[in-house]
Each structure stands twice: as structure tokens, then as C-alpha cells.
């Protein structure tokens, strides 16, 4: 309502300012009027978000349409004024004037879906957060399995969004192929879905949990920081798992788990130490995420493995890959027992 | 306001002294030609018969298919976008990719469904990264040139199940292998040929980098697909 009345006041002004002139120029002074104040317009041009908050944007560009469509509106209405003057008689009144609210009903209710639309699915919301370079990218990968020796004041942690978003979906790939390769049957749901559901939910939902146990233990972390921080440490994970889905060691997985597994995990929680006081607190959020962290490579690895290396080595001998280990000279009666008891265990298992 | 209104008041001042002498004769044909034929060209698409209809947009997309096997710098993809090209790739793959048994015991072969969401929001996701990254390619352009790049992954869906006909042993494998790799990276370098120049140059990995994971998911279906016996 306030721009309908701005723009009556600037017209009224206009006005005012050129009844010194002949008539037939009156009009074509406003223009040029008009046409000045659209030198304010011109700043929607500036596509710069970058120092700006988003509301102040979304604000400035809902102001600028508004303004657009309240003067097509009122040129429109002009118009349909000017004939509604020529119509004479009910059919054309009825006519028109169902036309007119018809249309007001129609702008409005445009109107109100464009502001919640570039309200809430406004993109740029999220641009500050992909304001990456490669290189960047690069060392903060190398720097999440680098653990930080200063802990007595807080240390940086770089809020984007870009690094940890294309971690969490090569994880997906790489889940994809490790349970192709080890033939697991999902009953209720299909591969795709539980692979993205279990990366995706990993990162939202244990950096939710560990932004929670922050805010208890009064540790100086933000959301988009701890989404950060958790989503690079996923790179650990990631080469762990890369190198044991083609690779069946049993050993490898331990050494690489601790190794690996273990330096990025220090590294999250040398941040996380540098911004908590106290020691229970410290204890607490980094006890918690050191153990999620582990335990849900641990997960990954053995979820989606080969359950029944036991039968493949004695059973289907020419098939045997070259890495995996050659079954031991046991008796038969021996052999099918264990044979028996292992096939019955796996049965179990995946009934359940 | 003021001033400036003064300073350009002398520029049109002085066309207020103008008037037109009476001994010139004004005169004119002020009647606008009404030009029934621009009226009849906008619906001239709907009174032609079907056939034409089909075909126009089928050589529309065929062309477009050429664009993509020889990729040059040419704009006619991100210009005249469509999105049936993709759709009809989409579904063909994901009919390849379902096999012909519909065995319940059978194991992690995608359904179409499957495929098709993969497919289809895996495109949005890489487009709104591009754009994020500050792209100046439009939401639907991307998407048909994500959805045009698959071309080459069904050409090699389809040598590939020729390919499995023959047996299914080492030989097969490393033949399939082969032009899986191929035409992945066939897709990936066509689609970065379209994409990468709306990217500022010094960010181009970050396009390319989940292309290159969208494709090899697709492409490692492929590979994986074996046909109930």
C-alpha cells in the first residue's frame, strides 16, 4: 500500500512542478519525469549479493516489482476506465466490471505467490556459502587430516558449503558401488534411496546432534561451521572406504580405519576442544563425536561386505580374486560342517 | 530535481514555438492495414496436421543429437532448449537398464523409477551448483544440456547388452568396459564443452567436478547391468 501512495505523491508532485506549460507538453514533461526516476530502478541491475544480508535484497526486489506492477495496474485501470465510460447500458457495465475484479483478484493473488516464492525459494540465499575456489576446495581436504596443535584459542573454521555437499555424494557413489559389488538385497526401499539416505542423513543428522551437545557445553560453534567441519572429515571416510570396497583385507580395513579414520577425527575434535571450556564439557561433545564418527566408518565397512567369504573360498574355487585368502586344508566332514553352520548364520542374519 | 528539471527545460522549450504554416498541405493516410496474415501465421501451428507437428520437433532434436556426438562450440542447444531429447534418452535407458524378468529374488537391479529420479534430480542438483557458483545458463538450459549429454551413455547401453548376447565372461567384461569409460568420458567432455563457458574461468573444476560424478554414477549402472538368464 505505502509504494501506491509514493508513487501518487511523485505524480501529484510532477504535476504540480509543470502547470507553468502549454498544454499539449504537459504529458511529455512527465515522461522525462518518469523516466529520471528510473535512474533508481537501474540498481536492480547490480547483481551484487555479496556484501548485502539476503533480506535487504529480497526486501529491495519485491519493492522494485511491486512498484512495476502497480504502475502497469494503474495504466491498465486507466484504460479500462476510459471505456468503461463509453459503455452504456447494464450487459456492458456487468461486463466490464467483471473484468475489472476478475483481474484485480488475478494480480493480487499473483502478487502474493511471487513474494512467498522469492521469499522462500530465493536461491541466493545459499550463494555466499559456494563462494569457493579450487585450490581452496583442495587444501581444506588436505587440512581435514592435519590435526591442529593450538587449542588454547579458537581455531578457524571455514564456513562452506560447496566441499562438504560433493563429499557427502561421492560417498553415495562409492556406498553405490560397495553394495553392488557385495550383493546386497535391500527388501524395503532400493539402492539409491538408502545410499543417499544414509550419507545424507549422517551429515545433517550428527551435525545437528553435535550442534545441540555445543550448545549445552557452551562451545562457540555455528550450525553452518559444524556442517563444515563434519562434512570435510568425511573425506577420511571416503578414501577408506574407496580403497577397502576393491581391496577385501580384513587387517588393511583396521590399520586404515585407525589411521585414517583417527586423524580426521582428531582433527574435529582438536576444533571442537579449541572452542570449549572446561573439562567435562570438552569431554563430552568430543568423546561423543569421536565415538559416532569411528563407529559409523566401522558401519559402513562391515554393512556392506561380503558376510560369506567362508562359503566363496571353499565353494566356487576358479573364481577366486588373487587377493582374497585361500581357504585352509581342513577335513570334508570338517569343512561341511562349518560350511553348515555358516550358511545357517548367514540365513539368520538376513531374515532379519 | 530542481536543476536538472531547469536544464533541460531550454532543450524542449523551444519546441513549444514550433507551428505548422498553413500553406503546406497536411495530409496522409492515418488508416493502420490491418494484416490478417500475422494473425493467421500465430495459429498457423494449429491447423496443420499432426504429422508436420511431430516432425518438426523430431528433427529439432535430432539435430540437437548431432550437436551433442560432435561437440563444438555451437549455441544451438542452450538456445532452442527442449526437454523432450531428454526424456525420451531418460526413459529408453531406464527401460534398457530394468531387464526383462520381473523376478523379486533378483538382486540391486535398478528399477526404472530408480533410474529415473537418479537421472532427473541429479540434473537439478548439478544445475542449481552451477548456478550458485554464479553460472549465467538458465535452470532449463542446463538441464537440457545434462539431459542431451546422456546420449553417448545409451549408445552404450545398447552395445552393451549386443555385447552381452555373445556371453557374459572376461572378454565381455573388458569390452564393456571399455566403452563405458569411453562414452563416459565422451558425455563429460560435451557437457563441460556447454556448461563451462557460462562459469567465470578460474572455477571451471568446481562445474565440472559433479558432472564427472553424475555420469560415472549412470555409467557404473551400466557397466553393472547383467541380464537375468
Same mark, same amino acid.
Given at each position: 500500500l505505502y509504494s501506491r501512495t509514493c508513487l501518487c505523491k511523485t505524480m501529484s508532485a510532477s504535476q504540480g512542478s509543470t502547470n +507553468?506549460? +502549454?498544454?499539449?507538453?504537459s504529458s511529455f514533461d512527465n515522461n522525462i519525469i518518469q523516466g529520471r526516476g528510473s535512474a533508481v530502478i537501474d540498481?536492480?541491475?547490480?547483481?551484487? +549479493?555479496?556484501?548485502?544480508?539476503f533480506e535487504d535484497m529480497g526486501e529491495m526486489h519485491q519493492r522494485m516489482k511491486e512498484e512495476e506492477e502497480v504502475t502497469a495496474e494503474a495504466a491498465a485501470t486507466e484504460e479500462d476506465n476510459g471505456e468503461y465510460g463509453d459503455f452504456l447500458g447494464m450487459k456492458g457495465l456487468k461486463g466490464q466490471l467483471g473484468r475489472q475484479v476478475a483481474d484485480e483478484v488475478w494480480q493480487a493473488g499473483k502478487r502474493q505467490a511471487s513474494k512467498a516464492f522469492n521469499l522462500y525459494a530465493n536461491i541466493d540465499i545459499l550463494r555466499p556459502y559456494f563462494d569457493v575456489e579450487p585450490i581452496q576446495v583442495r587444501n581444506r581436504l588436505i587440512e581435514s587430516l592435519i590435526p591442529v596443535r593450538i587449542i588454547n584459542f579458537p581455531q578457524k573454521v571455514a564456513g562452506e558449503l560447496y566441499g562438504p555437499m560433493m563429499l557427502v555424494f561421492t560417498m553415495v557413489a562409492i556406498l553405490l558401488h560397495g553394495m553392488k559389488t557385495s550383493g546386497t538385497v535391500i527388501r524395503e526401499g532400493t539402492l539409491m534411496g538408502t545410499a543417499i539416505g544414509t550419507c545424507f542423513g549422517y551429515w545433517l543428522g550428527v551435525s545437528s546432534f553435535i550442534y545441540f551437545l555445543s550448545y549445552l557445553c557452551n562451545a562457540q560453534i555455528t550450525m553452518l561451521q559444524m556442517l563444515s567441519l563434519l562434512g570435510y572429515g568425511l573425506f577420511g571416510h571416503c578414501m577408506v572406504l574407496f580403497i577397502t570396497y576393491n581391496v577385501h583385507f580384513h587387517s588393511l580395513f583396521y590399520f586404515l580405519w585407525l589411521v585414517i579414520g583417527g586423524l580426521s577425527t582428531l582433527r574435529m575434535v582438536a576444533v571442537l576442544i579449541s572452542r570449549t571450556v572446561g573439562q567435562t564439557p570438552r569431554l563430552i561433545l568430543c568423546g561423543t563425536l569421536a565415538a559416532l564418527h569411528m563407529l559409523f566408518l566401522l558401519y559402513l565397512h562391515f554393512a556392506?561386505?561380503?558376510?560369506?567369504e567362508g562359503i566363496l573360498d571353499t565353494l566356487e574355487g576358479p573364481n577366486i580374486p588373487p587377493i582374497q585368502r585361500v581357504a585352509r586344508d581342513v577335513p570334508v566332514v570338517a569343512s561341511a560342517v562349518v560350511n553348515a553352520t555358516i550358511k545357517s548364520i548367514a540365513a539368520v542374519v538376513q531374515s532379519q | 530535481m530542481a536543476e536538472v528539471e531547469e536544464s533541460s527545460k531550454p532543450m524542449f522549450a523551444g519546441l513549444s514555438d514550433i507551428s505548422i504554416s498553413e500553406d503546406i498541405p497536411v495530409e496522409g493516410d492515418?488508416?493502420?492495414?490491418?494484416?490478417?496474415h500475422n494473425a493467421d501465421n500465430d495459429f498457423s501451428t494449429l491447423d496443420e496436421p499432426v504429422k508436420d507437428t511431430i516432425l518438426r520437433d523430431l528433427r529439432a532434436v535430432g539435430q540437437k543429437f548431432v550437436h551433442v556426438m560432435y561437440? *563444438? *562450440?555451437?549455441s544451438a542447444l542452450l538456445r532452442d532448449w527442449d526437454l523432450w531429447g531428454p526424456l525420451i534418452l531418460c526413459v529408453t535407458l531406464a527401460l534398457m537398464l530394468q531387464g526383462g524378468s520381473v523376478d523379486s &529374488? &533378483? &538382486?540391486?537391479r535398478p528399477q526404472f523409477a530408480e533410474v529415473f529420479v537418479i537421472i532427473w534430480f541429479g540434473s537439478v542438483i548439478i544445475t542449481l551448483n552451477s548456478k550458485l557458483l554464479g553460472?549465467?545458463?538458465?535452470f532449463f538450459q542446463s538441464l537440457c544440456v545434462l539431459g542431451y549429454c546422456i546420449l553417448p551413455l545409451t549408445v552404450a547401453m545398447i552395445v552393451c547388452r549386443i555385447v552381452l548376447v555373445g556371453g557374459s565372461g572376461l572378454v565381455s567384461f573388458v569390452v564393456r568396459l571399455i566403452v563405458v569409460t569411453a562414452s563416459f568420458s565422451w558425455s563429460t567432455f560435451a557437457s563441460t564443452a556447454f556448461l563451462?563457458?557460462?562459469?567465470p574461468p578460474n572455477r571451471k573444476a568446481l562445474v565440472v567436478y559433479p558432472v564427472f560424478l553424475f555420469y560415472f554414477v549412470i555409467g557404473w549402472m551400466i557397466l553393472t547391468f547383467s541380464p537375468s538368464q
Open positions: +507553468t506549460n +502549454t498544454e499539449p507538453w540498481m536492480e541491475n547490480m547483481d551484487d +549479493t555479496s556484501g548485502s544480508s556392506y561386505h561380503k558376510m560369506v | 492515418i488508416s493502420v492495414p490491418v494484416s490478417s561437440p *563444438k *562450440k555451437s &529374488e &533378483e &538382486e540391486g553460472g549465467t545458463i538458465s563451462a563457458d557460462s562459469q
